[in-house]
């Protein structure tokens, strides 16, 4: 009885210290990318940082404008978003509602596999297969474009979205979903009315967690959509070429002096897109809460 | 009660500051001393560009004498400059000279950086092999690669739009571009970055209106080399002519030591220089220095 006891006692304090590092090591992160980023400053004026339009780090004077990278992840992001959001929901409804559930044996491993692939390997066929492909049927300069990164991150995030939002589907209560149908909803209405309003809340973690999969990614988008850091005009920014910010953090960080202007710009470009990060999981949350709350009156 | 608990924790703690402090120690100790005062290992860290050669170099070296070990680590060109500076390594490779800056950095640190040129690399453009322009002038380049000249029917081409592409500014031949043909004007700010070589290769190959440029030991028969003339003629990027001197686009590939190169490092040094050494710098794809 006392063995136990202790043993408990030895796993709790074991499990508390693991989470105790995560916490640590999250301060620490933070701390030393807010401190790095903030060196910037010293030489360089906040404001042209944020308002900045070209983004030169090399020529001198160095530009470091945040605008082209801020936007260029944010039109990428928004496109994976538009594509694969009412996919992935569509996917979602066949899988737990529709589908036969042989079919749906069939597919969800497929859609685990989808998500088990690394990113370099996407972006390996993005370069070689979508690019041409968008250059061709589109009759574009160049395949490398916004839409490109677009299309992989958006089967990128696929399947997050879908067994996020398949699990949110399968706990709504099937007393609900047979409550609708005695009242002699049809099937279509009953998943349209009374399925997805309830299942919301997971629906819009899944979002989240794509859009955070989306802005977050680095290797695919860095090979796909050529990286030019310009501002992007609304829609048609998206046939251009366009720079991300995780892109650009990858591709100068290899050789940029430590302790230079241009090391620090990386760091403060990683605050921003970290700032970014922790607003969006701040909003998953708070969406979870709101709907929780609903569904317990 | 308590006992086994806390034992844990201190496992633990002992574990974790073990993890952190190790983490913390790396690259300290790089200059290993043999018994006899020689170094009997050295550490050399730096440009992905000199890399291969640098790696191929050190694995025959190592098989003639197997007590000694060179190990090598890429980054780029900064990385190994800024562990020379902090006096880290006992090599810093770079495929580009140590800027005004940073030989100051170094001597501040009480660092004396000595240049050592091991290789040649030449620098091809590459066009994909539709393309019917086979050569073009520096100026016609710069004008290409500033954003002056935008179209391929301005220098003999088709009509179509030229897709630029470029190199990321962390490589060393982005900069050794940028230097010796648009004479450091920037890049136009449409102009492609792809994050390798192999990314151009492979986008040259697929896409007739893209130009670009790679290290001549990454030519294949998917992209095609253009003759570059500086003012002397076109010339191809051939061995022959690189070697000559006659090929404008080839740029020094360095090996930078504090001080000039004592024990392993100057036997290592003198190994690439060597008969065996310099018929692996060719067999690498770049050229004897």
Redesign the interface.
């Known amino acids: 009885m006392l063995d136990r006891k202790r043993k408990e006692k030895a796993i709790e304090s074991t499990l508390l210290m693991v989470s105790g590092v995560t916490v640590v090591a999250l301060f620490l992160l933070c701390f030393f990318l807010f401190r790095e980023g903030y060196l910037l400053f010293g030489d360089y004026s906040p404001i042209s940082f944020i308002t900045g339009s070209s983004w030169y780090p090399s020529s001198s004077p160095a530009k470091f404008g945040l605008l082209p990278l801020l936007t260029g992840s944010l039109i990428v992001t928004a496109g994976a978003i538009i594509l694969s959001v009412p996919l992935g929901i569509a996917a979602a409804v066949y899988i737990s509602e529709l589908a036969d559930p042989k079919v749906a044996q069939i597919i969800k491993p497929f859609v685990e596999i989808l998500a088990g692939i690394p990113s370099v390997v996407y972006g390996f066929f993005g370069l070689v297969i979508v690019v041409p492909l968008l250059q061709d049927l589109l009759d574009l300069p160049t395949g490398q474009t916004a839409l490109a990164g677009s299309i992989m991150l958006g089967m990128m995030a696929l399947p997050t979205i879908i067994s996020v939002s398949e699990d949110a589907i399968n706990s709504v209560p099937t007393a609900l979903k047979e409550g609708s149908l005695a009242l002699g909803s049809t099937k279509w209405q009953t998943i349209y009315r009374v399925v997805l309003p309830a299942a919301l809340s997971g629906i819009s973690a899944a979002v989240m967690l794509g859009i955070g999969r989306a802005i977050g990614e680095t290797m695919t988008v860095m090979m796909v959509t050529g990286n030019t850091a310009i501002i992007p005009g609304v829609p048609e920014g998206l046939f251009d070429p366009v720079r991300t910010m995780t892109a650009t953090i990858a591709l100068e960080m290899g050789e940029v002096p430590q302790g230079s202007d241009h090391f620090h710009a990386l760091f403060a470009v990683g605050s921003v897109l970290f700032i970014i990060t922790f607003i969006i999981n701040l909003i998953a949350d708070s969406v979870k809460k709101k709907y929780r709350l609903k569904e317990a009156v | 009660?308590?006992k086994?608990?806390m034992s844990?924790?201190i496992t633990?703690?002992l574990v974790?500051s073990l993890a952190l402090f190790g983490a913390g120690c790396v690259g300290n100790d790089a200059a290993d001393s043999g018994s006899d005062g020689e170094m009997q290992s050295i550490q050399i860290k730096g440009s992905?560009t000199v890399l291969p050669l640098a790696q191929a170099e050190a694995e025959i070296f190592m098989m003639e004498y197997p007590d000694k070990t060179v190990s090598i680590i890429g980054?780029?060109?900064?990385?190994g400059?800024?562990a020379l500076i902090d006096d880290e390594v006992d090599i810093a490779m770079a495929s580009r000279a140590m800027k005004e800056a940073?030989i100051e950095n170094a001597q501040a640190n009480g660092v004396d950086p000595i240049q050592l040129t091991i290789a040649w690399d030449g620098i091809s453009v590459v066009v994909n092999p539709e393309n019917p322009v086979s050569a073009l002038t520096y100026e016609q380049l710069e004008a290409i690669y500033v954003g002056d000249i935008s179209n391929w029917n301005e220098v003999g081409g088709e009509d179509?739009?030229i897709?630029v592409l470029s190199r990321?500014?962390?490589?060393?031949t982005y900069?050794y571009f940028k230097e010796e043909v648009m004479e450091g004007n920037?890049y136009r700010?449409?102009?492609?970055?792809?994050?390798s070589t192999g990314?151009i290769i492979?986008?040259v190959s697929?896409?007739p209106?893209?130009i670009g440029y790679v290290g001549v030991a990454y030519l294949d028969r998917t992209t095609k080399p253009l003759a570059v003339d500086k003012g002397d003629g076109a010339e191809e990027p051939t061995s022959e002519n690189i070697l000559a001197g006659t090929y404008p686009l080839a740029r020094p590939l360095y090996f930078y030591t504090d001080g000039e190169p004592t024990g392993l490092a100057l036997e290592f040094v003198e190994f690439i220089s060597s008969e065996t050494g310099e018929a692996m710098v060719f067999e690498v794809g770049y050229f004897p220095a």
Do not use: H
């Open positions: 009660m308590f086994k608990s844990y924790m633990l703690l974790t992905d980054g780029g060109s900064g990385v400059i800024a940073e179509r739009e897709v990321d500014s962390s490589s060393g900069e920037e700010a449409d102009a492609l970055i792809n994050p990314a492979q986008t697929q896409n209106n893209a």
